[in-house]
C-alpha cells in the first residue's frame, strides 16, 4: 500500500516536472510545477516529514508559486526581455549529456550499500514533530538559522535597490 | 516501508530533469522554476537520508 503511494505520487512528479521543461507557455509550466510540488509534499509526508510537507504546501506551492503565477500574469513572459541569447539547437546536445547524467546518478544510487545506522536520536513515534525539529533548530542550528535571515534580509533589499534605480 | 533508494532515485531523477530544464529553456522565469524544481529534489533527498539516519538534522537543513 505504501509502496503505491509512492509510485503513485512519484509518477505524478516525474510527469509535472516533465511538463515543467516542456512545456512552451510559461504559465502552465508554472501550474504543473504547483502539481509537482503537491505530490512532493505528499512524498514528504511518507518520509515522516510532517512539518516540511505542512510547509512545502503552505509556502512553495502556496506562497510561491502564487507569486510566480503573479509574475507570469503580469508582465509577459514571452517578451525579449526574459530571453537569453542561446546556442541554437541546444536540447541536441542537452538531452543526452542530462540522461548520462540521470543515469549516472541512478547507477551510483543504485550501487550504494544502505547501512542501517541504527537508532538515532528520534524514536519512532518522535519523527517530524515539530518541538524535536525546535528544540534542534533554536540550539544546534541557531547560527545557520540567523544567517539565512540576515541572507533573505539582503536579498530583499537587494531587490528593492534594483527595482527602484532609475536610468 | 519503502526503501530510502527508492527516494533517492527519484529525487536523483527530478534534479536531472530540473537541469535538463535550465539548460534548454531560454526563458528566463522558466528557468527559474527549473531550479525550483532541482531544489525540491534535493530536498527529497535530505528528508530521505535523515529517516534513513533517523536524525533531525536533514530536516532542519531542508527547512533552512
Known amino acids: 500500500m505504501e509502496l503505491l503511494v509512492f509510485y503513485l505520487f512519484a509518477a505524478i512528479a516525474v510527469v509535472a516536472a516533465l511538463v515543467v521543461v516542456l512545456q512552451r507557455r510559461a504559465l502552465y509550466s508554472a501550474l504543473a510545477l504547483i502539481v509537482c510540488f503537491f505530490s512532493l509534499a505528499v512524498l514528504f509526508y511518507q518520509l515522516g516529514a510532517y512539518f516540511i510537507a505542512a510547509v512545502q504546501v503552505i509556502v512553495y506551492a502556496g506562497a510561491i508559486m502564487v507569486l510566480f503565477l503573479f509574475v507570469v500574469m503580469l508582465v509577459d513572459p514571452e517578451a525579449e526581455f526574459f530571453r537569453l541569447s542561446r546556442v541554437r539547437n541546444l536540447p541536441v546536445l542537452a538531452v543526452p549529456v542530462a540522461a548520462v547524467l540521470g543515469l549516472l546518478l541512478v547507477w551510483g544510487i543504485s550501487g550504494m550499500e544502505m547501512t542501517d545506522s541504527g537508532p538515532g536520536e528520534l524514536a519512532e513515534l518522535d519523527k517530524g514533530e515539530v518541538a524535536v525539529l525546535a528544540r534542534d533548530l533554536f540550539s544546534d542550528y541557531l547560527l545557520p538559522f540567523e544567517v539565512t535571515s540576515i541572507l533573505i534580509l539582503v536579498a530583499v533589499l537587494g531587490a528593492m535597490v534594483l527595482a527602484k534605480r532609475t536610468d | ?64
Open chain 2, 1 to 64: 516501508m519503502v526503501s530510502t533508494t527508492h527516494f533517492l532515485i527519484l529525487g536523483a531523477v527530478l534534479f536531472t530533469i530540473g537541469a535538463l530544464g535550465v539548460v534548454v529553456r531560454r526563458n528566463v522565469i522558466t528557468m527559474f522554476m527549473c531550479v525550483e524544481l532541482m531544489l525540491n529534489a534535493v530536498n527529497l533527498t535530505l528528508l530521505a537520508f535523515a529517516r534513513h539516519f533517523n536524525q533531525v538534522d536533514g530536516q532542519i537543513l531542508s527547512f533552512l
